[in-house]
Nanobody, 123 residues
Framework: VQLQASGGGLVKAGDSLRLSCTAS????MAWFRQAPGKEREFVAA????????YYADSVTGRFTISRDYAKNTMYLQMNSLKPEDTAVYYC?????????????????????WGEGILVTVSS
């Protein structure tokens, strides 16, 4: 499984940004982020079927995860960005093993990771 993320950059608080992640295969996938000096944290996930999505409380209502299977691409639409959203964002895939529901927000569930992309939100 190969993952390639893109779309990061510098924006102002309140702005929007869309991250993309091209990925081979059709598996459970997620976005995580890691702010300076902090541990990597879950942001959003989507089942391979696209039927279920999951979000961290901190982004619910502002971020939307989606997938375009024809383009083998997963997206993270980020609206109403806040300075605390500043982080390196990573896309991840479980590969064929999939994720059990209780662990879908856990980083170790995902075996494949893209390179991180920096999102900086200025106040």
């Amino acid at each position: 499984v190969q993952l390639q993320a893109s779309g990061g950059g510098l924006v102002k608080a309140g702005d929007s940004l869309r991250l993309s992640c091209t990925a081979s295969g059709r598996y459970d996938m997620a976005w995580f982020r890691q702010a300076p000096g902090k541990e990597r944290e879950f942001v959003a996930a989507m089942r391979r079927s696209g039927g279920h999505t999951y979000y961290a409380d901190s982004v619910t209502g502002r971020f939307t995860i989606s997938r375009d299977y024809a383009k083998n691409t997963m997206y993270l639409q980020m609206n109403s960005l806040k300075p605390e959203d500043t982080a390196v964002y990573y896309c991840a895939s479980t590969g064929a093993t999939g994720a059990i529901l209780s662990a879908i927000r856990t980083a170790r569930t995902y075996s494949y990771w893209g390179e991180g992309i920096l999102v900086t939100v200025s106040s």
